[in-house]
């Protein structure tokens, strides 16, 4: 397959930019490229595992958000969406290339969807308002090393 066009760096007005990329876990904007392009091969049964983390989300009668941590090209973000009409979805991720990715994929939600740029490892100091019913993630905590886990998992 040929190679995904890689978006503009800045993103449009009104988004939150991409943040650059730290070169200490070696993933690059480059890295994201390829993953558009051969994810479906990297993980066997993908759909089938999407299914289950969509389901895994608790129902709600009123609206509420859902925080998809390393959303990527947001195909955990729209699983999430067909299984709940009463969600909206913020897909955190710091690559411009699979924020960009995700837009386009999820534009058919409109508001529903939305994005932030932010480093997996600063999470930590990420303040949603309002506050998410839940946190998923399919592809992205596996990037943190053992002190990060903690500091993110840490209630303050």
Known sequence: MPRKKRPPAIDPPGLAPALPDPSHDGW?????????DYGRFFVPDREEQLAILAQSVPHAKDQFVVLDLGCGDGLL???VLEAHPQATVVGLDRSATM???ARERLARFGRRFATQAVLLEDLHRLRQAPS???VVSSLAI???????EARWLSPT
């Open 28 to 36: 690059s904007e480059d890295n994201s490229l390829a993953f558009l």
């Open 77 to 79: 973000a729209q699983a």
């Open 99 to 101: 924020l960009h990715s």
């Open 132 to 134: 998410p019913l839940c």
């Open 142 to 148: 596996h990037h943190l090393d053992a002190c990060q």
